[in-house]
């Protein structure tokens, strides 16, 4: 019974931010080339799409997704692929990188266009991610430049505060929000070059508040608002930040 009364609510937010999902699309669709042709603003950003060239090379930009060895950043990876972009599809460890290979081969999914390339970056290490930073900079040109990161390697905790000890809060914090500042950083003067956007993976858990999801909700909270702000001071750089909401998910 909780389980439907979850999924129900789940459904209905999900179809409410899409909704939203596509009133921003056409609005922000509109101002844009209103701004750029009568007032010039910025130029609406054509190079973020994978597409054929006219003398039938591919053109696949770049994402990096982390977190990628199962759920949602898995799905995220194999759905970017199967629509021409290059995934950058990070793992923690070995582990997680045989996971992923495993799903990857258990699932029919045409990577005809894209392709994925399994990497490792263990999100709460500086060495790892600086060893991806290399890496991602080794692979990425105007061919194929870095028009995505996604910050999606998060961890739901669900339980009532007063039994929550405090290490377990902070372990959500570094996961769900530090990390994504990491992350970020490490990214930013390759984003920057490519003038591509940063998509953090929030939940609808960070602005609806249910109980024994007081550190989540804070950490998503802290996501959402951190995105809000950081997003201007990108914005004359050319670059996006966004925040992803996802509903109940498996
Ligand atoms: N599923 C939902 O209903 C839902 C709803 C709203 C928002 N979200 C958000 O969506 C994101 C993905 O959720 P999910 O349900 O797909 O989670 P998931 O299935 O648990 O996947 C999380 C992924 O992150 C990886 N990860 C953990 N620690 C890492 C680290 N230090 N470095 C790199 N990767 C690491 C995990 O690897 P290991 O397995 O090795 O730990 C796993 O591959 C999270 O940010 C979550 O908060 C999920």
């Known amino acids: 019974m909780a389980n439907r009364i979850l999924t129900a609510f789940s459904t209905t937010t999900s179809l409410l931010n899409r909704a939203l999902a596509w009133a921003d699309f056409v609005v922000h669709f509109i101002s844009g080339y209103f701004l750029y042709y009568l007032v010039g603003g ?3 950003q054509y190079h973020t799409r994978p597409r054929r060239l006219s003398h039938g090379d591919h053109y696949s930009p770049a994402v990096l997704v982390t977190g990628a060895s ?14 021409g972009y290059t995934v950058l599809a990070t793992v923690k460890d070995e582990k997680e990188l045989d996971r992923l290979k495993k ?13 994925l390339r399994p990497m ?16 991602v900079t080794s692979v990425v040109n105007d061919r194929c430049p870095l028009v ?3 910050n999606n390697a998060g961890l739901c905790l669900i339980a009532p505060m007063e039994l929550t000890n405090m290490k377990a809060v902070r372990d959500v914090f570094e996961l769900d929000f530090w990390s994504y500042i990491s992350v970020i950083q ?5 984003i920057k070059k490519y003038q591509g956007r940063f998509i953090n993976i929030g939940s609808y858990g960070g602005y609806v508040n249910p109980p024994m999801w007081a550190a989540y909700s804070a950490a998503k909270a802290a996501v959402e608002g951190m995105t809000r702000s ?21």
């Open 70 to 83: 199962q759920g949602i950043g898995l799905a995220v990876a194999l759905h970017l692929a199967s629509r």
């Open 186 to 190: 490490a990214f930013l003067p390759l």
């Open 230 to 250: 950081w997003r201007f001071e990108l914005k004359p750089f050319g670059v996006g930040m966004t925040t992803v909401r996802p509903g109940w998910t498996r």
């Open 148 to 150: 995505g990161v996604i």
């Open 103 to 115: 799903n990857m081969k258990s699932r029919d999914v045409r990577l005809d266009a894209g392709s």
């Open 120 to 135: 490792i970056m263990d999100v709460l290490s500086p060495q790892s991610i600086a060893t991806a930073v290399e890496e």
């Open 42 to 44: 910025y130029k609406p």
